[in-house]
T-cell receptor, first 112, second 113 residues
Framework: AQTVTQSQPEMSVQEAETVTLSCTYD???????LFWYKQPPSRQMILVIR??????QNATENRFSVNFQKAAKSFSLKISDSQLGDAAMYFC?????????FGAGTILRVKS | SQTIHQWPATLVQPVGSPLSLECTVE??????LYWYRQAAGRGLQLLFY??????ISSEVPQNLSASRPQDRQFILSSKKLLLSDSGFYLC???FGTGAYEQYFGPGTRLTVT
């Protein structure tokens, strides 16, 4: 079974700085999909970015980018120019044929 | 555009009472539908998923059941709630079982007392 591990329970970043959130996963599949979701205090789950394993190019969405290392089974999220609105819980997720397997999450605090 | 609704937003129920949470999707046909539960400060756990009317798959044995009476309606139920059923319940939808990302509803906070 696939597992997703987020080893950082909590991270802090100064406004306008860059922060990287870590995620590792375990799978025996060669083709799969990975996602980062953001959960602000409202608890609405918001899709941040997605990565297809067959693509070597790292996904980018505005200030959000990933560092996808397939051999290492690592999928980190980099947030550039951090804003107060980025403060949230961030979840890494692996797409299975049934649904999503989530990590435990990382709380991101943004300091002004 | 597609929209997903959940109700109620919050619910407080005594142990042993029944439960019915509803999820509906607008703006798409034949969506895949999912129920997740999130315990306090934890990640999400997939409970049920459905690829069509009347087709329900369960991921975790539990006190809950799900039904899909209509294409865009997904219901989570229980005959008798347990304290351990407390949590935040999220419904999600996707276009298909492949690469498609899932989109989540606003969730229901359930407290069993």
């Amino acid at each position: 079974a696939q597992t997703v591990t987020q080893s950082q329970p909590e991270m802090s970043v100064q406004e306008a700085e860059t922060v990287t959130l870590s995620c590792t996963y375990d799978t025996s599949e060669s083709d799969y999909y990975l996602f980062w979701y953001k959960q602000p205090p409202s608890r609405q789950m918001i899709l941040v970015i997605r990565q297809e394993a067959y693509k070597q190019q790292n996904a980018t969405e505005n200030r959000f980018s990933v560092n996808f290392q397939k051999a290492a089974k690592s999928f980190s999220l980099k947030i550039s120019d951090s804003q107060l609105g980025d403060a949230a819980m961030y979840f890494c997720a692996y797409r299975t044929s049934e649904g999503l397997v989530f990590g435990a999450g990382t709380i991101l605090r943004v300091k002004s | 555009s597609q929209t997903i609704h959940q109700w109620p937003a919050t619910l407080v129920q005594p142990v042993g009472s029944p439960l019915s949470l509803e999820c509906t999707v607008e703006g798409t046909s034949n969506p895949n539908l999912y129920w997740y539960r999130q315990a306090a400060g934890r990640g999400l756990q997939l409970l049920f998923y459905s690829v069509g009317i009347g087709q329900i798959s369960s991921e975790v044995p539990q006190n809950l059941s799900a039904s899909r009476p209509q294409d865009r309606q997904f219901i989570l139920s229980s005959k008798k709630l347990l304290l351990s059923d407390s949590g935040f319940y999220l419904c999600a939808w996707s276009f298909g079982t492949g690469a498609y990302e899932q989109y989540f509803g606003p969730g229901t906070r359930l407290t069993v007392t």
